[in-house]
């Protein structure tokens, strides 16, 4: 685990959130890379239900070995927005955003799961990561939000539709609440000319 500091950032920051009983969940390029096909990333986006009397221990016990300020955080949640903790020995930096008061987050929260990420071939690190439908449906609300024309983010989501085995009534149940419906039958077509069903 020592020699990537990628992996040695987030070990440390998720085992805090585990001693403070903190529910949290990756998503994102981890979570795509690990339902789908892996590749580089040079940040870490974890959920995290968090409340806003719980940032004053979470930033006391991140201090021993990272940059992480209360106030920070208690803004971030007061606004919806992310905050960063950066690691002192490795200068990583992972982004937290406060989990939102809905029922697709809350769904998305309770459908995680343990999952190791391979980071590369120096290491690998265990952490709650959302579902595949959960990733590919935040990846198509990022996608549509950024004007749809990061191919990144459609190369991510093809990626874990053709490697998986989704659950496509609960993608249908939930792509036109988040407005993403058009984009999800795109994606299915797409990726059935790949890999046929």
Do not use: C
């Not at 239900?49 to 971030?76: C, H, I, V, W």
């Not at 792509?175 to 890999?195: C, D, H, N, T, Y």
Request: aromatic share 10%; glycine share 8%; hydrophobic share 40%.
């Amino acid at each position: 685990m020592a020699g990537n500091p990628i992996v040695r950032a987030v070990a440390d920051f998720v085992s805090v959130l585990d001693e403070l009983g903190i529910r949290y969940y990756a998503g994102g390029s981890v979570a795509s890379s690990i339902h789908g096909v892996p590749r580089y990333t040079k940040d870490v986006d974890l959920v995290a239900e968090l409340a806003p009397e719980q940032t004053a221990s979470l930033a006391s016990k991140l201090n021993t070995e990272f940059y992480a300020d209360a106030g920070q955080m208690r803004e971030a949640i007061r606004y919806g927005r992310a905050f960063n903790a950066i690691h002192f020995a490795t200068g990583f930096k992972i982004d937290v955003f406060p989990l939102r008061n809905d029922a697709f987050h809350a769904a998305e929260l309770a459908r995680s799961e343990k999952r190791v990420w391979e980071v590369d071939s120096t290491g690998s690190v265990e952490l709650q990561v959302a579902s595949a439908e959960d990733t590919i449906l935040e990846k198509l609300v990022w996608y549509k939000r950024g004007g749809q024309i990061s191919d990144q983010q459609w190369s991510d989501v093809l990626g874990v539709a053709t490697t998986r085995q989704l659950d496509r009534e609960y993608l249908r149940e939930w792509a036109p609440k988040l407005g993403v419906a058009e984009m999800l039958e795109r994606l299915f077509g797409e990726a059935s000319q790949i890999q046929p069903e």
